[in-house]
C-alpha cells in the first residue's frame, strides 16, 4: 500500500490501513441515482432495468451496454432498479483561515476527507469533492482510480482567499441528484445566518448532512498572555492584551458553536467538534465506532 500512494503529499497510508476495517453508512437508504450495493426504498429487483447515461472511469465495465455502443459507438452504463449506491460529496473548507495550527486546521481536514473517501470507495460507493476554491470540484465516481484523483486533486490545494463553505454549499447542492450524502469540513469563521440557511437547504434538498466544525484550541480558549499581536489570515491586525477579553471571547465563541450545535440538532445534522490536536485517526474512529453504535441501537 506504501509504494501506491507514497506519491500524494497528504495519504498516510498506515492511518488507511487502520481504518480500512471500519464501516461507513448512510443513516437512510439512498435514493441515488448510480447501481450499487444499497436497496433501493423503492418497489423492484435489482435485475429490472431503469435507464441508461453515460460510462465514467471506474465504473464497472460489466454493466456496460455493448448493444448501444454498436449502434452509436458510445459508452453507456444499465442502470437498474432496486439498488442503488449512495453519492457521498465531500466539502473541503480552503479558505485561509483553515492554515492556522501546527499541523493546520486544513491538514486535519484533508486527512479526515481522505479517510471517509477511502472507506466510501472500499463499500462501491460514488465519492465527490467540492472545495471553497474557484476550480471545478470532482464529480462523483466510483472505483479505485477514484481516490488516486481524490488524492492528487487535494495535493494541489492550498488554504487561501475569503470563501466561504456556505456559499459554496448553495452553490453547488443543486447540481447533484437530490438524497445523496454531504460531508462539511470547515471552521465555520462566517455567520451563523449563512451557515443556517446553506444547511436548511442542504436538507430540503434530501441529503443526509455531516458537519465537522474544526477549530484550534486557541480559537477557543485564547490562551496567549501579555501584549499580544493578533495577525488575521484573511487580512487585519491588531495589538492588545488578551487577558482583558478572555472570558468575553470565550462566552462569544461558545455561544456561536452552541448555536450551530442546535440547529444541527434540529436538521438531524451530525455535529462534530473535535480536538484537532488529538491524532486524525483517533478522531476518525471514535466517530464512525459511535455513529456505528447509534445506528445499531435505531434500528435493531
Not at 437530490?178 to 455567520?191: K, R
Not at 440557511?197 to 466544525?213: C, D, F, S
Request: aromatic content about 12%; charged content about 25%; proline content about 6%.
Amino acid at each position: 500500500m506504501q509504494s501506491a500512494f507514497s506519491a500524494y503529499r497528504y495519504v498516510d497510508a498506515e492511518f488507511l490501513a487502520q481504518i480500512e476495517r471500519l464501516d461507513f453508512m448512510p443513516r437512510h437508504y439512498s435514493v441515488g441515482w448510480l447501481p450499487g450495493r444499497h436497496h433501493s426504498p423503492f418497489r423492484g429487483t435489482s435485475v429490472e432495468f431503469a435507464e441508461h447515461r453515460g460510462y465514467t472511469p471506474g465504473d464497472d465495465i460489466r454493466q456496460i451496454d455493448w448493444r448501444v455502443y454498436a449502434r452509436h459507438e458510445r459508452y453507456t452504463i444499465r442502470q437498474h432498479e432496486g439498488e442503488t449506491r449512495t453519492s457521498v460529496h465531500i466539502l473541503l473548507d480552503t479558505s485561509a483561515s483553515m492554515d492556522y495550527g501546527d499541523p493546520s486546521k486544513f491538514e486535519f481536514a484533508v486527512r479526515l476527507a481522505l479517510g471517509f473517501a477511502y472507506l466510501i470507495l472500499r463499500q462501491q460507493d460514488a465519492v465527490s469533492l467540492w472545495h471553497s476554491g474557484e476550480a471545478v470540484g470532482l464529480p462523483p465516481t466510483s472505483g479505485p482510480a477514484q481516490f488516486h484523483r481524490f488524492a492528487k486533486l487535494v495535493d494541489q490545494l492550498n488554504p487561501k482567499g475569503k470563501r466561504r463553505v456556505s456559499k459554496v454549499l448553495e452553490d453547488v447542492v443543486h447540481r447533484v441528484p437530490p438524497h445523496g450524502l454531504w460531508i462539511v469540513l470547515s471552521d465555520c469563521l462566517e455567520s451563523i445566518e449563512s451557515l443556517e440557511h446553506a444547511l436548511q437547504y442542504t436538507r430540503y434538498r434530501g441529503h443526509e448532512v455531516i458537519l465537522w466544525h474544526l477549530l484550534h484550541p486557541d480559537e477557543i480558549e485564547m490562551p496567549f498572555t501579555g501584549t499580544t499581536e493578533f495577525v488575521g489570515y484573511e487580512g487585519g491586525r491588531m495589538r492588545f492584551q488578551p487577558e482583558q477579553f478572555r472570558e468575553a471571547y470565550r462566552t462569544s465563541v461558545e455561544r456561536f458553536r452552541q448555536k450551530l450545535r442546535l440547529t444541527c440538532h434540529s436538521e438531524s445534522i451530525d455535529y462534530i467538534s473535535p480536538d484537532i490536536t488529538e491524532p486524525v485517526v483517533s478522531v476518525f474512529t471514535e466517530y464512525l465506532t459511535q455513529r456505528s453504535y447509534h445506528r445499531h441501537a435505531t434500528h435493531p
